[in-house]
């Protein structure tokens, strides 16, 4: 039992490159989120998923996009990446009820020079 | 407006020693909380969870109390060993499914 997949594990792009960064979980969990986490701070919701073919803002979505089109999966875009965006970026999936905890994958650290 | 925080940023503590680490929410709507273990280069992994209608909850060495008077929770590792070494995060769901989360204590735990 995998949980929550991310890949890549480490990017480094150049201003203005994009690139999506893909998330996988066989927990069957309905909902799924991005975050990133920064030095010094807690992990910021970029945007999240009710569930298939739904997707909404969360704290800070700006440069960023998303699509869940397959229940698994939960991809996140940065269209033209800026160095305002090198952080680590996590996965989470949990399941489509109140209180209950999120599983979270291992991270893709992403580095925008 | 709404913040989890915590008070020491940094913890270190002997093997074999009791570890506690502390969160002060700020909502008191609150309904849920979360206690996550950081380890270098992995992603938050689950530890153990409380429901505002409780004021402790244990696990295999891990007990969190809360306590809503002054909207405080904490995480106490019994017999702290040297692979407890981590940054450990608490969070709070501020209404279904959304979570909030502190910026995490880094523990040490000293051989």
């Keep these: ?113 | 407006g709404e913040s989890v925080g915590l008070h020491l940023p940094t913890l270190s503590v002997q093997e074999g020693d009791n570890s506690i680490i502390n969160c002060a929410y700020s909502n008191s709507a609150s309904d849920y909380f979360i206690w996550y273990k950081q380890e270098s280069g992995k992603g938050p992994q689950f530890i153990i969870d409380i429901r505002s209608n409780m004021d402790k909850r244990q696990g295999q060495r891990v007990t969190v109390l809360l306590n809503k008077t002054v909207k405080h929770l904490s995480l106490q590792i019994a017999a702290t060993q040297p692979g407890d070494s981590a940054v450990y995060f608490c969070a709070e769901n501020t209404g279904g499914f959304k979570t909030i989360f502190g910026a995490g204590t880094r523990l040490f735990v000293k051989a």
């Excluded at chain 1, 919701?45 to 229940?71: F, M, Q």
């Design chain 1, 1 to 113: 039992n995998a949980g929550v997949t991310q890949t890549p594990k480490f990017r480094v792009l150049k201003t203005g490159q994009s690139m999506t960064l893909l998330c996988a979980q066989d927990m069957n969990h309905e909902y799924m989120y991005w975050y990133r986490q920064d030095p010094g701070m807690g992990l910021r919701l970029i945007h999240y998923s009710v569930g298939e073919g739904t997707t909404a803002k969360g704290e800070v979505p700006d440069g960023y996009n998303v699509s869940r089109l397959k229940k698994q999966n939960f991809l996140l875009g940065l269209e033209s990446a800026a160095p305002s965006q090198t952080s680590v970026y996590f996965c989470a999936s949990s399941l489509g009820q109140e209180n209950q905890p999120q599983h979270f994958g291992d991270g893709t650290r992403l580095s925008i020079l």
